[in-house]
């Protein structure tokens, strides 16, 4: 355990002193802001659509899915390709420490800071209580649901940057991990629901997962399917990780 508190503190430190890093959460917080408020402008015409705010906020439209991928792709990108690259992640396989302390490290350094992004995000559902009644129970069942499609993107993260050797390529690899994850909710929305592949498709789509979550259901499939794949993708960065260390 204290094997693994220090490499999870090296690795939060690495993560909070990286210029990238606050590129990635000023940049977040900008859109969000700018999202959020387009979002109350349309809902505040005569002619728009039912919906509530931060329901239309939790993976309202596909501009809410695409930047997240992206911005989970940042954050994940340097974990292991920048200890390749700079001659470090040798050293630290070979350390006195398994290669479980070292991804679980990883991960929970680069899971803390997506959770670390949404924080500030919490004064919307304060805004709209000065003005409104909104319902607490939905908000946060869509924070859970946005909490457990970080988790498995970033695990899918972790998987990408403990396969590429460069930082750019790690990012271009999470996110075409990502954009096949919201590939398959399209392919859902298209195919017959009556087959196969649409029930499948439909099941594993990320789009439905937050449709239920954002409406304050929470469904233990949703749950079990992103811990699923968080866990599958971090059993493969384990493999990879274990190569390089025999190797």
Sequence with gaps: MRAFRALLWRELLAIWTSPIAWVVLGTFLLLSGVYFYEILWV?????????????TFFGGSLLSYLPLVLFVAAITMRSFAEERHAGTLE???TAPVTTNQVLGAKYAGAYLFYLALW??????????????DPAFGPILAGYLGMALLGAALTALGLLASALARSQIVAAILAF???????LAGIGGSVLPAGSVAGRVLRYVSPFELMDRFRVGL????DVVL????????LL????????????
């Excluded at 809902?43 to 329901?55: D, I, W």
């Excluded at 992103?226 to 993708?233: G, I, N, Y």
């Design 226 to 233: 992103c811990l699923s794949l968080a866990a599958l993708a």
């Design 43 to 55: 809902l505040s015409r005569p002619s728009a659509p039912y919906g509530t705010p931060m329901a």
């Design 218 to 221: 929470v469904d233990s499939r």
């Design 176 to 182: 075409g991990f990502g954009g096949a994850w919201l």
């Design 236 to 247: 493969l960065a384990r493999a990879v990780l274990d190569l390089r260390r025999s190797s």
């Design 119 to 132: 924080v500030p995000t919490a004064v919307y559902p304060f805004l709209l209580w000065r003005h409104a």
């Design 91 to 93: 050293p630290l396989l």
